[in-house]
């Protein structure tokens, strides 16, 4: 397993580590604009939430809130926007990087008709419902990207988590055929080979 997988380039990631009290005054700061809004955590994010790991590099939601909406209600909690995609728009507070996703498509994935039922509610902080974004999913879209940081994250939490490998198996190739996964047969051959190493 020495093939070569293409790294995507880290140096559009804010340099400092985000923990969980940065996430929390994020979410608070969007809480105290009293307006209704769904986020699913995803990545490194869910993975701090849950006490899998301490800090992440940046944020991570995906919304079922429009672009128009997210766009007046970051703009009021002072957050600047550096990107107006929506394949993952990006936002700054202060120093601390946030990617917002729409749509139900993540880095050439696009989920699964169930994503949102299986998705995990964690709390509600005033009028926003915070959510983790269902593990195999989390999994799946790591699995995309495939940095090494990635793989580490989904071994990391197949383990906590007790994931159904079997289970993830079967989800990934259900979909990975129709999504824009480059190399997709390799990429989960990779993690299994590196879940069987540890």
Not at 37 to 54: D, H, Q, S
Not at 75 to 88: K, P, V, Y
Not at 99 to 125: H, Q
Request: glycine share 4%; charged share 30%.
């Amino acid at each position: 397993m020495n093939k070569y997988i293409k790294m995507y380039e880290n140096n559009y990631k804010n340099p400092p580590l985000t923990g969980l009290k940065d996430l929390e005054n994020f979410l608070q700061l969007l809480a105290d604009l009293n307006e209704e809004l769904e986020l699913f955590a995803m990545g490194g994010t869910a993975m701090v939430l849950r006490g899998i790991k301490e800090s992440t590099r940046d944020i991570d939601f995906l919304t079922t809130a429009n672009y128009k909406k997210i766009n007046e209600l970051f703009r009021l909690a002072g957050l600047r926007e550096e990107n107006t995609s929506q394949l993952c728009n990006t936002w700054y507070l202060q120093k601390i990087r946030i990617d917002i996703f729409f749509n139900e498509f993540i880095l050439g994935f696009s989920l699964p008709d169930d994503w949102k039922i299986k998705s995990e509610f964690l709390r509600t902080i005033g009028k926003v419902k915070l959510l983790i974004l269902n593990w195999q999913d989390i999994i799946i879209t790591k699995i995309a990207r495939s940095e090494s940081r990635d793989i580490e994250d989904c071994i990391a939490i197949i383990k906590h988590e007790n994931i159904n490998f079997p289970k993830l198996k079967e989800r990934y190739y259900s979909s990975a055929e129709t999504a824009l996964i480059a190399e997709y047969d390799y990429k989960f051959k990779h993690l299994e080979y590196k879940l069987h190493q540890k």
